[in-house]
C-alpha cells in the first residue's frame, strides 16, 4: 500500500515539473541536458561538467563544479535538471522587484549600468560570503544585453532573466 502511494507521488510530482514549462521549453532543456551528459548515461556527473565546461574555453575549480552538483542532493538527470531550472525560475522575485534593484546602481537613471562599475560593485563590496566570484560574474553576465561600450541595458536583462531570451 505505501509503495502505491510513493510510486503516485513520485508521477505526480515528475509530471508538476513538466507542467511548468511549455513543450518547447522542455525540448530546449532536453537538447541542453543532452549536451551536459556527454558520456551519455541519463546523469549529468563531474567529468560531464568538467568536458562542457572545458568544450567552451572555461576550467572552473572542481570544488565549484561539485557545489553545483551537491545543490541537486543526488543523481542529476532530466527530470531533476528540469526541476532545478523551475526551481531557480520560479524562485526569483517579480520583474519590478528585480528593475528596481537594479536602479540601486544606476545613478544617472540612463537605464544602463557600466559593466566594468557593476563587476567591481558585486565582485569587492559586501559581506564576502555574498560577494560573486570573478566566473560567476561573467557567467552573470554571459548572453546579457551589453552595448559596444560595455553598457547593461538592465530592463532587457530583467527580461530575460524572467522570460528567457526572444528569438531572434
Known amino acids: 500500500m505505501a509503495d502505491k502511494k510513493m510510486k503516485k507521488k513520485a508521477q505526480r510530482a515528475t509530471s508538476n515539473v513538466f507542467s511548468m514549462f511549455d513543450q518547447k521549453q522542455v525540448q530546449e532543456f532536453k537538447e ?15 567529468d560531464d561538467l568538467k568536458e562542457v565546461y572545458a568544450s567552451l574555453g572555461k576550467s572552473p575549480k572542481e570544488s565549484e563544479l561539485k557545489s553545483m552538483l551537491e545543490e541537486a542532493q543526488g543523481p542529476v538527470n532530466f527530470t531533476l535538471l528540469l526541476t532545478l531550472f523551475g526551481d531557480r525560475l520560479n524562485g526569483t522575485d517579480e520583474e519590478n522587484v528585480i528593475l528596481n534593484a537594479w536602479k540601486n546602481f544606476d545613478r544617472d537613471g540612463t537605464g544602463q ?8 560593485i558585486l565582485t569587492s563590496e559586501g559581506r564576502p560570503e555574498d560577494r560573486l566570484s570573478d566566473m560567476e560574474f561573467s557567467q552573470m553576465l554571459e548572453g546579457a544585453p551589453l552595448d559596444p561600450k560595455g553598457n547593461l541595458d538592465y530592463a532587457a536583462f530583467t527580461r530575460q532573466i524572467k522570460r528567457g531570451k526572444e528569438d531572434e
Open 113 to 120: 549600468i557600466n559593466q566594468k562599475a557593476l563587476r567591481e
Open 32 to 46: 541542453a541536458f543532452n549536451l551536459m551528459d556527454q558520456d551519455r548515461d541519463g546523469t549529468v556527473s563531474l
